[in-house]
């Protein structure tokens, strides 16, 4: 199963429809939003997809915003941790902006992926047997090109996507 994963919006809907453009592409529709969408206002342009939402700490309205998810599909998920099994492959997200979360997760040994965002940097590390990833920004400050990450969950194989 291939899934798409995204972090840190700041409200850039034109990035966000770009990715969002290459997810139907490859026919991906599970995504992992590593949070700081920023306003609740975005929620629309994520229907039709299941949006494992974490909230950061740009997301000042995230009770909003996973409201908004869950009505526009019920399988979605919103909250500061993502603790659970996509098709059997252990999973835990959270954005990065707590001190420890995303280090712990990782270093626990109980997931095989842990994602995350918040540095605006992309990353794809081996933690003991989990893998850390992020996917670089769409919005913000633009420490990098903007990016996002496409997932294999079954081979591995990950693939780091630039926006223009």
Known sequence: MQIGIISDTHNNTENLQAALQIFKQKAIRTIFHCGDVSRVEVAPLLEGFRVIYLAGNGDLLWGEMRRSLLELN????????FSGEIDGVKIAAAHGHVDGVVNGLARS??????????????????????RLINPGALGGLKIEPRSICLLDLYSGLAEFATLP
């Not at 019920?74 to 941790?81: A, K, N, T």
């Not at 995350?116 to 992309?122: D, I, L, P, T, V």
């Open 74 to 81: 019920p399988e979605s998920f919103g909250g500061l941790v």
């Open 109 to 130: 040994g109980e997931y095989d992926y842990v994602f995350c965002g918040h540095s605006h940097r992309h990353k794809d590390v081996q933690v003991g047997k989990t």
